[in-house]
Every structure is written in structure tokens, then in C-alpha cells.
T-cell receptor, first 113, second 114 residues
Framework: GAGVSQSPRYKVTKRGQDVALRCDPISGHVSLYWYRQALGQGPEFLTYFNYEAQQDKSGLPNDRFSAERPEGSISTLTIQRTEQRDSAMYRC???????????FGDGTRLSIL | QQQVKQSPQSLIVQKGGISIINCAYENTAFDYFPWYQQFPGKGPALLIAIRPDVSEKKEGRFTISFNKSAKQFSLHIMDSQPGDSATYFCAASNRNTGFQKLVFGTGTRLLVSP
């Protein structure tokens, strides 16, 4: 079946613009995670959803970052008033349940000019 | 604060050789230690994982060795093949928090020469 799908694959935008990154998890997966991966680094946890409930957002860097999963399936990570330091690969992962294997998408490469 | 330290940063191994990647962690509450394999342009994919109640786990050519007292774990790839060339990440999590908040190492870029 289809894996975790993220869109767009690449996003280039000017500093100060808002961006929305989309994640379509594997069908039936209850848990959804957002990570940020800097070049040459491992993924860093941002936030986690169980169904539509955001259970933990401790990894979000500041209040410009927000995420939602209104119907317990597709999730959107929104960054407002983007800054150059927001440039990174943003990855989404989903799992069948909270303790199960996380399956990662191929990510969205965000570049802020 | 880097909770999982990984080494080496890069590794070159001849085909048929053994690749060894090491990780050390600080948080004694961690109770799940997976290794992820990542190919260029792709997301990380789970390779093998271990719980702290065992000292070793083997799946095919891949083995995790775990030393709880030293707070260290390592990945051994036996008979390394060019197709194993990828970036490998160790990770750790505390499943008692109610979800898998994975903490990743910085990654090891492995190149297996033909």
C-alpha cells in the first residue's frame, strides 16, 4: 500500500511568508508525528497526534509553528512569518498506534530566502 | 542537549567486511533503541530495534549489541554490501511517556566499496 505522503516535496519562499506543509499518513494509522531534520543531522521531534488530538507539542520551536489534524487523518504543519533559520527538511511519520513502528515520509525540503 | 551520541560520522568499509556504528545515551529512562536506515532522497526506515532486557538482537546480517550498564548500543553489519551504503541513525525513546518520542543520533554515512 501507499506509504506516508508529504507535499510539496520542495518549497521555496521568501522570508516573512507563511507556509503550510501537508502530511497524508498511511491509511488506518492512528499516530502521526512531525520531525525536522537539519542537513547532516538526525530528525528532531516537533509534535505528535493521536487521532485528531495533539498530545505533545513540546518540540515546536516557537509560537510561529503550529500543527493540526482536524479529522484524525491528514495533518498540516504551518509556519508563520518564516525566517531563514526555518530552512530544513520537515518529515512526517505515522504509526499504527502510539507504540508501534514509525513510518517516515520522504519529507518536504523548505528553503527560506 | 544531545541525548544520543553517535559515532563515527562516516565510515568506509570494503565489500564483505563488518561495519560497526556506535551510540551512547544519557537518559536511563530510555527503553527502546531502534536503528533507522536512510537512502538519499528518502525518509528513514526502521532496520532493527532492541529493548534493554536483552543484550543482543540479530536479524539477518544486522545485529544490535546493547550494554545497559555502559549506556551504549551498537549496530554491526556483517558481510557488508554496496547496497548497504546509506546513512544510519540510532535512536532512543521512553515508551512509558505514552508515545514514541524518538531521539535520534546525528547519523553515520556508510559507504561500502565494491
Amino acid at each position: 500500500g501507499a506509504g506516508v505522503s508529504q507535499s510539496p516535496r520542495y518549497k521555496v519562499t521568501k522570508r516573512g511568508q507563511d507556509v503550510a506543509l501537508r502530511c497524508d499518513p498511511i491509511s488506518g494509522h492512528v499516530s502521526l508525528y512531525w520531525y525536522r531534520q537539519a542537513l547532516g543531522q538526525g530528525p528532531e521531534f516537533l509534535t505528535y497526534f493521536n487521532y485528531e488530538a495533539q498530545q505533545d507539542k513540546s518540540g515546536l520551536p516557537n509560537d510561529r509553528f503550529s500543527a493540526e489534524r482536524p479529522e484524525g487523518s491528514i495533518s498540516t504543519l504551518t509556519i508563520q512569518r518564516t525566517e531563514q533559520r526555518d530552512s530544513a527538511m520537515y518529515r512526517c511519520a505515522s504509526s499504527l498506534d502510539w507504540g508501534e513502528v514509525q513510518h517516515f515520509g520522504d519529507g518536504t525540503r523548505l528553503s527560506i530566502l | 542537549q544531545q541525548q544520543v551520541k553517535q559515532s563515527p560520522q562516516s565510515l568506509i568499509v570494503q565489500k564483505g567486511g563488518i561495519s560497526i556504528i556506535n551510540c551512547a545515551y544519557e537518559n536511563t529512562a530510555f527503553d527502546y533503541f531502534p536503528w533507522y536506515q536512510q537512502f538519499p532522497g528518502k525518509g528513514p526506515a526502521l532496520l532493527i530495534a532492541i529493548r534493554p532486557d536483552v543484550s543482543e538482537k540479530k536479524e539477518g546480517r544486522f545485529t544490535i549489541s546493547f550494554n545497559k550498564s555502559a549506556k551504549q548500543f551498537s549496530l554491526h553489519i556483517m558481510d557488508s554490501q554496496p547496497g548497504d551504503s546509506a546513512t544510519y541513525f540510532c535512536a532512543a525513546s521512553n515508551r512509558n511517556t505514552g508515545f514514541q518520542k524518538l531521539v535520534f543520533g546525528t547519523g553515520t554515512r556508510l559507504l561500502v566499496s565494491p
